[in-house]
């Protein structure tokens, strides 16, 4: 079966023998306060650094999830408000939900095609976070590094926050351009999901202590606190931990997974803009992201689409909110090896030629 899903994606076969591994090695039941642990917590943040590409100064944490981080930035770094801009139904999603917790959060949704207008952004003077969604796993569009540049350049109160589930480790982040980023692991790192990954400015952190807010396990302070001792604030998710250490062992240094990510997009792109019976969701090509390509055709063309890859052994990946009946999303992360890839394109041109 191949799994071009955007997530929960194909996982790294890799993934097979490491749970071997953690079991035989008796990881699934360490404490997570003892000497084993901390060892490999230190030597997973050293491989994050150095395959991620991470500045020494950054801050790393673990969470439960992407949106549990949504959450930290809402609780431990938002006393007044945060802006919210979006395209898709993952920034909203975020938006929505910030607001629940701090009502006076606002947002400003942009369009599908559009480069982020930083120049003309109504950003309010109170405004604590400025919140993006890099990669919009939703419709395949994304912000890149040079609008984040602008809105770091402009707006220098704020932090910047920035959703990078659908890209983290698998394009070449510029870490120094935002503050705090994060993703979770059952997308471009190829691990079983269940786990998030949060990055953080030192600005962020000495924001996080002047804030000081300390209602809740996971506030940012406490988890600062805990983690200068490679340690978490609640047991944490062990298993995964250790996958994302075997995994990135084997990973190549980010640049060169972002290079091949990015042909792999241009060769997908291209492929299927041949086809009378599809258009890319995304005509613009400076938005378009080359994590998630999402391809639109009729909706019962879609349906059957997908059907017919079914019975082949293909999973396309169902399109979402808006876009949920006249779309399928194929995933490009760094599990999916380039002969999988081969396999869709035969069978589309064996389809549709
Ligand atoms: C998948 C996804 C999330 C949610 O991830 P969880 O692990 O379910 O919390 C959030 N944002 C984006 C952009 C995503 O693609």
Redesign the pocket.
Known sequence: MLNFY??PSKVHPEVRDYLTMAYDEGMLSIPHRGERFVLMMRELVALLRLKLNIPQDYYIFFT???????EIIAQSLTPNKSLHLYNGA??E??YEYAKRLKPDCYGQAFGLEEVLDVPNLPVEDDTDVICV??????NGTQVGMNTLLKLQNQFKDPLLAI????SMAGLNLKFIRADIWF?????CFGLP????VLVCSPRTIQRAKGINERKHYNSLVFMHEKMLNYQTTFTPNVLNLFLLKKVLEKRPLIKNVDQLLVQRAQDLYTFFEEFMEMDLLVENPEVRSPT?IAVKGADRWVQEAKRMAATQGITLGNGYGPWAKNTFRIANFPAISDSEYETLRNFISGQYH
């Open positions: 955007p997530g439960s999830s992407a949106t549990e981080c949504w993952f920034g999603k975020w969604t890099q990669t919009e796993t939703s959703d990078a589930t659908s993703a979770s692991v059952q997308k999901a269940g786990m998030g998630v």
